[in-house]
C-alpha cells in the first residue's frame, strides 16, 4: 500500500509541473508533448521549477522576492538532498534531477542568475554572458540530460549545440520583451545598448549573434536521439520564426508592442515540421 500511496504523490506533483507548464507557455508545452512519452514528464518537471523560479523575481513585487528566492533555493537543495519536497514543483523537479543524475551545478548557475534579476538592471558584455548561461543555456543542458538517457558521450559531444540553443531561445526572448522588460522591469539585458536610443546598427548586432547561435544549435538538433529530435526541431523552428519576424520590424516597433506567431502560424510551423519530419529532411 505504502508504495502506491508514493507513487501517487509523485503524479500528483508532476501534474503540477505540467499544468505550470501549460498555463505559463502553450508553446514550449505543444512542443513537449511532440517528444517521445518517456521524455514528457521530465521535462515538464524542468519547466515547472524554472517557472516559478521566474516568477518569484518577474512578478511578485508586492512580496519580498529576495526572501523568497532564497527560501525557494534552499527548499530546493533540501528536496534533491532528501529525495521529497511537500512543495509538488519542488518534489517532481528533484524526481528527474535524482533519476538523470542532473549536475548540481547548473542548478547552482540557473539560481544564481535569477538573483541577478533581484538586482542588476544594465548590463556589460561579462555580466550578459553569464546572466545568458545561467538563465538559459543550463535549461538547455538540464533538458539534455533528459534526451540522451545516461550517454554521457552524447550527452558531452551535444553540450555546446544545447548551450546555443538556450541562448537563442532566451535571447529572442529578450529582442520581443524589450518593452517590458525595460518599462516594467527596468532592465536592459543587451550591453552597450540604449533603450531609449535603440537603433538599427544595435538591432543588426544582436540578430548577427542570435543567427550564429541558431546555427551552430541546428547542427546538433539533427544529431538528437530520435525520441527527442522532433519536438526540439518544432520549437527552434517556432522561435526561428518569431526570429525571422523580429528581424523584419522597426527597432521602434519593437519598443512599442510585442512581436508574436498567432496561433494558426504556429499550426503551420508544425504541420510544415511534421512533413519534413517524416519526409527525413530535418
Request: overall charge neutral.
Amino acid at each position: 500500500m505504502h508504495m502506491t500511496n508514493m507513487k501517487l504523490f509523485d503524479e500528483v506533483s508532476e501534474d503540477c509541473s505540467r499544468n505550470t507548464t501549460e498555463k505559463y507557455s502553450t508553446s514550449f508545452s505543444s512542443a513537449i508533448n511532440l517528444l517521445h512519452k518517456d521524455l514528457r514528464t521530465p521535462i515538464y518537471n524542468i519547466y515547472g521549477f524554472v517557472r516559478f523560479a521566474d516568477e518569484i523575481v518577474d512578478t511578485f513585487h508586492d512580496h519580498n522576492k529576495a526572501a523568497l528566492l532564497a527560501s525557494f533555493k534552499q527548499q530546493t537543495y533540501e528536496a534533491i538532498q532528501q529525495r521529497i519536497s511537500l512543495n509538488p514543483i519542488l518534489h517532481s523537479f528533484q524526481l528527474t534531477v535524482n533519476q538523470y543524475n542532473i549536475d548540481l551545478d547548473l542548478i547552482e548557475a540557473f539560481l544564481h542568475s535569477m538573483e541577478m534579476d533581484l538586482e542588476k538592471r544594465v548590463y556589460n558584455k561579462a555580466g550578459y554572458e553569464e546572466y545568458i548561461y545561467g538563465s538559459a543555456e543550463v535549461v538547455g543542458l538540464m533538458c539534455l540530460y533528459v534526451f540522451c538517457e545516461g550517454d554521457k558521450k552524447l550527452y558531452e559531444h551535444l553540450k555546446p549545440a544545447a548551450r546555443s540553443l538556450g541562448a537563442a531561445f532566451q535571447k529572442v526572448n529578450f529582442l520581443r520583451d524589450v518593452k517590458a522588460d525595460f518599462e516594467g522591469l527596468n532592465r536592459m539585458y543587451f550591453p552597450g545598448c540604449d533603450f531609449r536610443n535603440f537603433t538599427y546598427a544595435d538591432k543588426k548586432l544582436i540578430e548577427t549573434d542570435i543567427q550564429k547561435d541558431f546555427d551552430d544549435a541546428y547542427a546538433g538538433i539533427l544529431q538528437l536521439p530520435m525520441k527527442a529530435r522532433f519536438g526540439v526541431y518544432v520549437a527552434y523552428k517556432y522561435y526561428a520564426s518569431l526570429f525571422n519576424k523580429i528581424k523584419k520590424v522597426k527597432p521602434q516597433r519593437i519598443l512599442q508592442e510585442r512581436i508574436r506567431i498567432p496561433d494558426y502560424g504556429k499550426i503551420f510551423i508544425l504541420a510544415k515540421a511534421g512533413i519534413r519530419s517524416q519526409l527525413n529532411l530535418l
